[in-house]
C-alpha cells in the first residue's frame, strides 16, 4: 500500500508528514516511515533462509515446505527490486551470531536472484502442497523475468502451470493484526483511493469497476485536506490479500503476445479473463459500487501500439490493485517502454500544496547506513 501512495492507487488523506511526501514523490531517505517495509522485507528474506536449513534438518518432508520458504524468499527479492531505488544492501546474520553487511545489489540483480530462487522453489515442491507451491513458484518467476524484460520467458513460465483462477493468499492470526489495506482506509481513511491523480493516474473511482467496489463520500482523515474519502470494498478487516494469482499469469501471457507483435491474441487473453465473472470480487457490503453481479464488457482492440500498451496496463492496474505491483508497473512504462517519467508518475501541483517531486522508487532508507559498505543509492533510475 506504501508502494501505491507512490504511484496512483492511493491518496494521502493523513496528517503525517511521512505519508504526506510519499505521495507527493518526494525523496527522502529521512522519512521515518521507509525504515518499517523494508525491515519486514529483509525479515522474510533472512527467516525464509533460515527456515530452509531448519526444515531440511529437523523436518525435511513434506519437500513442499521447503519449496514453499523459497517461493517467499523469491517474492520478497522481486518487491524489492520493483520498490526500492538501485543499490539495495543484502545483509545477513551469520550462523555463529556475528553479521555480514552487505553491498548494493542493483534492482535488476534482484529480479535475476528473484528468478533463480523461484526456480529453487520449483526443485523443492514434492509433497501434498506440491500444486499451490508449484504455481507460486512460477508467477513469482514470470514476474521476475517480466521485470528483466524476457517476456517470452516469462510467459513460458506460468502456461503449462497456473491455472486462471489460482490465488496465493497471504494470511495472517487476527490475534496479531488485521488487513491494513482495510485499515488505513476503509476504517481509519488515513488512506484515499486514486482517481486520475496528478493528471496521468488511472480512474481507479470513477471507472465503477466491478473488480474495485468503491463508496465515494465524506471526509477523510485530515479535515483540513480538500479530498473526499474513497474507500475500496474489496477486502473487509480480515480479508487475506492474494500476493500471486492465475489473473497476473494471463496478464503476463498477454504481455508477451503483444511484444511479439500477436495483438490478437494479446486482446484474446485480455477478454477471456473480463468474460469470467467468477475473477471479480464480492463487495464487503451492499452499500458499495458497482454492486455484485456486474460484469465487464469485452475490449476493443485501440489499434495503435502504443494506446495497446496503455490500455494492459490499465487492465494490470484494475486487475492487481493495491496488491504491490502497481508501483513496478510505472517504473516499467519508463524503464522497458521508454515512456517519460512525467507521462506516467503524477505531476503537476499537489492537493495539499507545492508540486509533486521526481522519485519514482522508494528510497534506502537512512537506518541502513549503519551499515559500512553503504551510502545510498546508485542512481534513481526506474
Not at 136 to 151: C, E, T
Not at 154 to 166: G, K, N, P, S
Amino acid at each position: 500500500i506504501y508502494g501505491g501512495l507512490l504511484a496512483d492507487e492511493w491518496r494521502s488523506g493523513d496528517t503525517f508528514v511521512q505519508r504526506n511526501d510519499m505521495d507527493q514523490r518526494l525523496f527522502d531517505p529521512t522519512n521515518t516511515f521507509l525504515a518499517g517495509p523494508l525491515r519486514s522485507l529483509n525479515r522474510v528474506r533472512v527467516e525464509g533462509r533460515t527456515a530452509i536449513d531448519k526444515l531440511r534438518a529437523y523436518a525435511p518432508t513434506p519437500v513442499s515446505n521447503v519449496g514453499l520458504m523459497f517461493a517467499l524468499t523469491a517474492f520478497v527479492d522481486n518487491l524489492s527490486g520493483e520498490y526500492y531505488c538501485n543499490g539495495i544492501p543484502l545483509s545477513f546474520p551469520n550462523p555463529d551470531g556475528t553479521f555480514s553487511f552487505g553491498d548494493p545489489v542493483s534492482d535488476d540483480s534482484m529480479f535475476a536472484l528473484a528468478a533463480a530462487t523461484a526456480d529453487s522453489a520449483l526443485a523443492n515442491r514434492a509433497g501434498a502442497d506440491s500444486v499451490r507451491v508449484r504455481q507460486l513458484a512460477s508467477i513469482v518467476k514470470a514476474r521476475a523475468l517480466l521485470n528483466r524484460g524476457q517476456f517470452a520467458a516469462a510467459a513460458a513460465a506460468v502456461a503449462d502451470d497456473v491455472t486462471t483462477r489460482f490465488r496465493y493468499n497471504a494470511t495472517y492470526s487476527v490475534n496479531a493484526g488485521q488487513n491494513e489495506i482495510w485499515n488505513l482506509n476503509t476504517s481509519i481513511k488515513r488512506y484515499s483511493m486514486g482517481d486520475k491523480e496528478g493528471g496521468n493516474g488511472l480512474p481507479f473511482a470513477t471507472a465503477t469497476d466491478p473488480r474495485i467496489p468503491r463508496k465515494i463520500g465524506g471526509r477523510v482523515f485530515d479535515s483540513a485536506t480538500p479530498l473526499t474519502a474513497i474507500t475500496e470494498g474489496i477486502w473487509d478487516r480480515y480479508s487475506p490479500v492474494a500476493i500471486a494469482t492465475g489473473v497476473e499469469a494471463r496478464l503476463i501471457e498477454a504481455e508477451a503476445t503483444l511484444k511479439a507483435g500477436d495483438a490478437a491474441t494479446w486482446l484474446a487473453k485480455l477478454n477471456q479473463l473480463r468474460a469470467d465473472p467468477k475473477l471479480l470480487p464480492t463487495p464487503i457490503d451492499t452499500s458499495y459500487r458497482p454492486v455484485a453481479g456486474t460484469t465487464l464488457a469485452p475490449l476493443a482492440d485501440p489499434v495503435l501500439d502504443t494506446a495497446r500498451v496503455s490500455l494492459l496496463f490499465s487492465e494490470r492496474a484494475f486487475w492487481l490493485f493495491s496488491t504491490g505491483h502497481r508501483l513496478g508497473d510505472l517504473r516499467r512504462l519508463v524503464r522497458q517502454y521508454g515512456r517519460p517519467v512525467e507521462s506516467v508518475y503524477p505531476t503537476g501541483l499537489y492537493v495539499k500544496g507545492g508540486l509533486y517531486g521526481s522519485a519514482v522508487s522508494l528510497p534506502i532508507p537512512r537506518d541502513e547506513q549503519n551499515n559500512p559498505n553503504f551510502v545510498q543509492c546508485t542512481d534513481q533510475n526506474p
